[in-house]
């Protein structure tokens, strides 16, 4: 019997992932600023790097603009559906930027300019825990996490977003809503994480005549597709077998 071919449009959603842990870097595609926020836990403040935002902060110590935690929603919002060059550092509190040495302000400038530190991307005074770096067509970020396991926590969290949104719309109509759905685990991805290592788009597929499995298939992108060119080139990537395929 041959095998189905599914089209692109048979996907719930993609998102391509690939892990640099010695530098504690991952470049994801696929990623919107708005899904990082509401998916990872919350931020406090952010120092702005690079931005076309006008309703923020300013800090006369560094000469830099912030926005303050209660502004981060408005802040995204703002940015929803508008990809930009965005790049910004989280910082806990507004005083711990005035302790900021000239070497430190001008390694923040640097790695706003470069993506990239010159040392680290996690400072002492800031305590951060990531530095995001987004591109202007919005179809490539970089993000540094202090703490790498945050970088599956976060794309767990996206998928099982978009599974739940998918089981509550399929089960509006019904007198009683299911209580209980499918669920991806950080175990699951753990376990794969050599994988995620090599770089892959991860696919998110409904299973056919059950109401209750997911697929989530591994691919490795082609050396002729670079992860900001993926999306112009889906149709293609998608023809190719799956990797590997993970049932839940």
């Not at 040495?101 to 990239?116: F, W």
């Not at 719309?169 to 991805?189: A, C, H, I, V």
């Amino acid at each position: 019997m041959v095998k189905k071919v599914r089209d692109t449009e048979d996907f719930l959603h993609h998102i391509y992932i690939h892990m640099n842990e010695t530098n504690h870097f991952v470049i994801f595609s696929g990623l919107t600023m708005h899904e990082f926020v509401q998916c990872m836990k919350p931020l406090h403040h952010l120092v702005l790097l690079k931005h076309n935002y006008e309703n923020c902060s300013f800090n006369i110590h560094t000469q830099l603009e912030f926005v303050m935690n209660e502004d981060i929603p408005t802040f995204t919002k703002e940015f929803m559906d508008k990809p930009t060059d965005l790049r910004w550092i989280d910082f806990k509190d507004e005083r711990k930027l005035n302790l900021l040495t000239p070497q430190e302000q001008a390694e923040l400038l640097y790695i706003g300019h470069k993506k990239e530190p010159v040392h680290s991307a996690f400072n002492k005074h800031l305590q951060n825990q990531f530095a995001y770096f987004s591109n202007e067509d919005g179809n490539m970020t970089k993000i540094y996490f202090r703490e790498m396991n945050e970088s599956l926590e976060l794309v767990v969290n996206i998928l099982n977003q978009v599974l739940r949104d998918k089981e509550r719309g399929n089960s509006f109509w019904r007198r009683k809503q299911k209580e209980r759905y499918p669920e991806l685990t950080m175990d699951q991805l753990i376990s794969r994480k050599t994988l995620l290592k090599e770089g892959v788009l991860l696919s998110l597929f409904k299973v056919e005549k059950s109401k209750t499995a997911y697929d989530l298939e591994f691919r490795f992108l082609p050396e002729s597709i670079y992860p900001d060119e993926i999306w112009d080139e889906l149709s293609t990537i998608m023809k190719q077998e799956a990797d590997e395929t993970l049932r839940f």
